[in-house]
């Protein structure tokens, strides 16, 4: 299954299903005299978004630029794959990520731990690129597309290779996971943290900066377009401090995990009564907090404050 819908004036939300157990991949095509690409998940999603390109009109052959916004497997695993079937387009990577993308050996050896030596039966392979197609990035660069620009932000936080890219003739805001994840269609959000990259006092910063932006969009890697920014940017600062609190105070009291999601379902339940409304609406939330919790939980005991 692929879709493929104009969601802003030149912007493509490209949608696809992949894998034996449905699992969906959305990325973004940036359209003007060139065209920008931003996510491309796994490899194995890679076919059904070329596809979804082809819906609406669009050569995959005509894309400058491979944006994903971070190189975990379900945002830029598939930049390798992506790269051989568009050999001339740029891939758009963190200094911090560029070496796992040039020599994949890590990347593949970390995806094992979490999803087993068969991993790529699933995902797809994750292939090494060329250094001549990389376009390795800071933060404060900028690409010029044609009538539009798109700025490249530095968003450690979620990982420490994270990017946000703005689009100037918008003014939406490619937020990968620096804003956490959201609930498709619903005013829901929530931190996103995975070990062992998290950094909570980084990923504060990152979204006080992103919010500086003021973008009139926010266009998640999870969970599609909303024009609720100012909500939404306020609830992920509110939650991903909440998180902590919680989180380290439970373990300070030698809480289980089980306990510490108890409590932060209780909190996610008081905290925005009138966006949540009925606890169903929140379940698809609390399926996420096991990873979440470890992500902070590693950041806790790496800075010795457990």
């Known amino acids: 299954m692929a879709k493929a819908c104009e969601v802003a004036d030149g912007i493509i939300e490209l949608e696809t299903e992949w894998g034996k157990h449905g699992r969906t991949t959305t990325a973004y095509l940036v359209v003007d005299e060139e065209t920008a690409l931003i996510e491309t998940g796994p490899s194995a999603a890679v076919p059904g978004l070329m596809e979804a390109m082809r819906l609406v009109k669009q050569d995959p052959a005509t894309i400058s630029y491979v944006v994903p916004t971070h190189i975990h497997l379900d945002h830029g695993g598939g930049a390798g794959f992506m790269s051989e079937k568009v050999p001339s387009a740029k891939v758009v990577v963190h200094q911090s990520g560029a070496r796992h993308l040039l020599d994949t050996a890590r990347l593949i050896a970390s995806t094992r731990l979490s999803f087993g030596d068969n991993f790529h039966e699933e995902y797809g392979p994750i292939l090494s690129l060329p250094a001549e197609r990389l376009m390795v990035v800071q933060g404060g660069e900028t690409i010029k597309l044609g009538q539009r620009v798109l700025s490249i932000i530095h968003t450690p936080g979620h990982a420490p290779h994270h990017i946000g890219i703005f689009d100037s003739k918008t003014r939406g805001l490619f937020c990968g996971e620096a ?65 902590g609190e919680i989180i380290l105070t439970g373990l300070r009291a ?53």
């Open 254 to 306: 030698g809480q289980s995990k089980e306990e510490i999601a108890q409590r932060i379902t209780q909190y996610h339940l008081g905290a925005e009564p009138s966006v949540l409304g009925q606890r169903e609406a929140y379940r698809p939330v609390e399926r996420g907090y096991r990873l979440t919790m470890d992500g902070y939980i590693h950041y806790f005991e790496r800075n010795s404050m457990v």
């Open 179 to 243: 804003l956490g994840s959201r609930q498709p269609g619903k005013d829901i959000v929530a931190p996103s943290a995975a070990p062992p990259g998290f950094d909570l006092e980084h990923a504060l910063e990152s979204m006080e900066r992103l919010k500086d932006l003021s973008p009139a969009l926010l266009l998640y890697s999870h969970g599609g377009v909303t024009d609720h920014v100012d909500n939404l940017t306020r609830m992920i600062i509110e939650q991903t401090r909440a998180y």
